[in-house]
């Protein structure tokens, strides 16, 4: 296995609605800043990989303009995942194992604001049972909620502490959407929103994009003092019908986590993408994670949310609390389908 | 048990709706055409005039700048291809030609229609000038202009005319 | 060139008008539902699965064993939607449940028509409305309500 590291990550400030702004003129700052971090040119970059979601942008091949903002002429070698950016990096980590390149830029983006996201991501349900009847993604999430709640594996109290210390550690994030001092009692009184989750037990509509720079052991040491070292990545779907999994625990979480022979227990930093506040509960319990490690540093999904590019926005946390010498080994996990129902775990450390 | 017979198929169509914004470059372009106007914006990058001003250049990876430039609205024919099928909902008549047209003082081409003329005089290199829609039917939108018409100026060398353009777009750069 | 031009906005509506081939499972199922009916296929470990599916979702065997399933059902898992969403096709604050239907032993997602949120609770047993054509579809089934219930149409 040839030794891969993150050596670069720079994301666009986390916002509601970045108004007219388009896909690529969101991108090129944050590509700009991204390759001026590790001191790299665009042509210097001999992979690009992106993730996001033609159903979100509302048209097909609309991923395609975004490479304009890598300069697309010569002309790139360039894939992309109809996914969130986590795969376009997983698909990029291959091409390093075949021994192709040696450098690799990856990027997610996606704007929420245009449409109706709960809507959207209905689409990605079996289109013969399920998605005619317009499930959405929180309605979704709620049953989860519900039937974990009702089994006992966590409850509404720790739902909302999650919120809390989510809002907290995004204080330290200059990026994060939702930040602040917030206490679980007062989050409790809240409404529910789509019983039993509350609005805040949900992760915000943001539009931003991340980009994130993979380097090879020969290029990462010159390009990055202290090199975020990919040691493990392992990614696990489970089917894709709701009725035949146990929503209540994360089967394919825990088969990655097995493949890597993760010990839940010597990890510095967990950043896990949950969009919302119970699937952060159901990994920490599918991975056993102890006090020893410290969850979501960043603030996590619940702090901001840019559909496409929260899963490598995970690696990317991760990778600075490597660089900073906070953490010596972390864990990426990022999650796609409905109730968690694909989930890849990439363990990262410092030496 | 008796099976009914399977059932073969079912439409699934999916609608969605989206709200959009213009981007500051394309609102810009978007007033200036209702009123008549054609801008375009020149690459930081690479010294080449965009039309329309795309917000970020393909070629370099740069932003496009705030000045955007205005434009005649005549050009000549970079390629083309004659149509003898209708375009649904247009009251134009077949057969026509749809071109690439690079406009005066651009680098980048966008199609449009070329009509109302003898189509066999319709070469790579042919003039051409924007006839537009009355005045009262102006909307935002490059449909404003109905389509090109030959002008009676010679037809240029277009290689010479890329290979000044090139130059042109070296000093800027 | 003026400063302050009004931002231009429209709406768009994307539509993909597709169209499915069924298939001889999923097919079957749909033309019963046309009948009123619940179709289940027997899986490689004997229990059912409801949706029936071509191949078994844990062992990959290819499924042909048919069963004819109960007309009710219980609620397995829940949530309460207070305001449904347009596409969701409900007037009135719903519940989404998790239905497992006699002699199933998957749940199947559908919408739930209950007065109030306090009236749901896992274990309720439940019964389809169906639509006063059925044409052989998921659809069929305008939603479930509670099984005591007496059925208006």
């Known amino acids: 296995m040839r030794d891969v590291a993150v050596v ?6 986390a916002q509601r609605d970045t108004g007219g702004t388009t896909d690529v003129e969101m991108l090129v700052p944050v590509i700009d800043r991204a390759l001026a971090d590790a001191q790299l040119t665009r042509k210097e970059i001999d992979f690009i990989c992106s993730g996001s979601c033609d159903y979100l942008a509302g048209g097909a091949f609309s991923f395609v303009m975004a490479v304009d903002a890598l300069g697309a002429t010569p002309s790139a070698q360039e894939s992309h995942v109809e996914m969130d950016a986590a795969w376009a990096l997983y698909e990029a980590w291959l091409k390093f194992q075949c021994g192709e390149i040696d450098v690799a830029l990856i990027y997610g983006f996606g704007k929420s604001a245009p449409g109706d996201l709960p809507d959207v991501l209905s689409l990605q349900l079996d289109p013969y049972y399920t998605q005619p009847l317009w499930p959405d993604s929180i309605s979704l999430a709620a049953i989860q909620a519900q039937m974990a709640l009702a089994k006992g594996c966590f409850t509404e109290r720790d739902m909302a502490e999650v919120v809390a210390a989510s809002r907290r550690n995004a204080i330290h994030n200059p990026a994060a959407q939702l930040k602040g001092e917030f ?27 991340s980009v994130l720079i993979l380097a090879s052991a020969e290029k990462a040491r010159a390009l ?15 089917s ?38 119970h699937q952060q509960l159901i990994l920490q319990q599918s991975l056993k994670l102890t006090d020893n490690t410290r969850v979501n540093p960043s603030g996590g999904a619940l702090a901001g949310h840019v559909l496409m590019a929260a899963g490598l926005d995970r690696f990317g946390a991760a990778a600075r609390e490597i660089w ?17 129902q694909q989930n890849m775990l990439a363990i990262l450390e410092g030496a | 048990m008796k099976l009914p017979e399977p059932r073969e198929a079912v439409d699934r169509p999916i609608y969605l709706r989206y709200r959009y914004r213009a981007s500051e470059q394309a609102n810009r372009f978007l007033h200036a055409i209702k009123k008549g106007k054609i801008l375009g914006v020149r690459s930081v990058g690479t010294g080449k005039v965009l039309v329309p001003p795309p917000g970020v250049c393909a070629e370099s990876g740069t932003l496009t700048p705030q000045d955007l430039i205005e434009l005649p609205d005549r050009g000549t024919v970079l390629s083309f291809t004659i149509v003898h099928l209708p375009i649904p909902n247009s009251r134009l008549k077949p057969p026509f030609v749809v071109a690439n047209i690079l406009l005066d003082g651009a680098d980048q081409a966008f199609s449009h229609i070329i009509s109302e003329t003898d189509l066999k005089r319709v070469l790579i290199g042919t003039r051409v000038r924007a006839h537009w829609k009355p005045e009262a039917e102006w909307d935002y939108g490059l449909e404003n202009i109905e389509y090109f018409v030959l002008t009676d100026e010679p037809a240029v060398d277009i290689e010479q005319h890329r290979a000044l353009r090139l130059e042109e777009a070296a000093r800027h750069a | 060139m003026t400063a302050t031009e009004q931002r231009l906005e429209a709406e768009f509506e994307l ?4 169209s499915r081939s ?15 009916r619940f179709l289940g296929m027997r899986r490689s470990d ?16 290819a499924l042909s064993e048919w069963v004819e399933l109960g007309s009710s059902g219980v609620v397995e898992g829940f949530c309460w939607v207070k305001q449904p969403r347009e596409k969701h096709g409900e007037l009135a604050p719903f519940a989404w449940a998790l239905i497992k239907l006699d002699g199933a032993d998957t749940p199947f997602l559908h919408k739930l028509r209950v007065g109030e949120e306090q009236s749901v609770h896992v274990g309720l047993r439940v019964k389809p409305v169906w639509v006063a054509e059925p044409l052989g579809d998921i659809t069929d089934i305008a939603a479930f309500v509670p099984a005591a219930e007496e059925l208006t149409s």
């Open chain 1, 8 to 13: 670069s990550y720079a994301q666009s400030p």
């Open chain 3, 46 to 61: 004997g229990s059912v699965l409801f949706p029936p599916l071509e191949y078994d979702p844990d062992t990959a065997e």
């Open chain 3, 22 to 36: 069924l298939g001889p499972v999923i097919g079957t199922c749909f033309a019963a539902f046309a009948q009123k």
């Open chain 1, 183 to 209: 206490d679980a009692s007062d989050l409790l009184k809240e409404e529910t929103f789509v019983s039993p989750l509350r609005k805040h037990d949900c992760c915000p509509i943001t539009d931003g994009c």
């Open chain 3, 15 to 18: 539509g993909f008008t597709y």
């Open chain 1, 240 to 277: 894709h019908f709701l009725g035949t999994r146990d929503l209540t625990t994360s089967t394919s979480t825990m088969k990655a986590a097995g493949t890597l022979k993760l010990d839940g227990d010597k990890l510095d930093v967990a950043e896990l993408y949950a969009p919302f506040s």
């Open chain 1, 224 to 238: 990055c003092e202290r090199p975020a070292w990919l040691r493990g990545i392992n990614h696990r779907m489970e």
């Open chain 1, 324 to 340: 900073s010498g906070r953490a010596d080994r972390a864990l990426a996990h990022a999650t796609s389908g409905p109730c968690l």
